[in-house]
């Protein structure tokens, strides 16, 4: 897979070249002639295989640790406009980073608006169910009707009397009440 060089030797060869025709930017030699045609460029390689090239157990011992994401990158999320921007210069394995953490953005914010979207049905159809204890309340109706009539007969006979209330539970609604 490509080139296996010793960039140290490269170097230290690099450093020795001078002459008009050796152009440098950041003390690198830049290729100022025209480019090289195929079978030129494949004699290049050979020749600086066998003058600056790794031998294979050299290759094989190499161990690149995995990409590891940086603490402060942790919590960015790009939009797909900046993670593809012609001035952004993110590698391949940048951008799938920031396509994922996106799109785990992305579902985080779904399902938040999922819970709550239930959160606020699920209240509207909700109602107290309260029952009546205490002085006010009558011993023995017989039915809705009497009930009704001795709460009216309590509310005019006696202001004094307050009537006391128990939460029995929490029950959902048939549908909206005004």
Known sequence: MGLHVRLDRVFADNLLRQGPQVQRKNNFIINTGNNMTAPEREIKI??????????????EAINLDKFKQ???DKNVVLTIKQIFHPKSNFSVIEKIHHLKNLS????????KI????????????????IRR???????NPEGPAAKDKAMR????????QEAIYELVGVEPCGGHRN
């Open 46 to 59: 050979g020749q600086n295989q066998e003058k600056y090239g790794l031998l294979k157990g050299e290759i």
């Open 114 to 129: 999922a819970l709550l979207k239930h959160r606020l049905s699920s209240r509207s159809n909700q109602c107290l169910v």
């Open 153 to 160: 007969e309590s509310k005019e006979g006696s202001e004094e």
């Open 133 to 139: 204890v205490g002085p006010a309340a009558p011993l």
């Open 70 to 72: 940086r603490m402060n």
């Open 104 to 111: 785990r953005a992305a579902l985080k914010k779904a399902r």
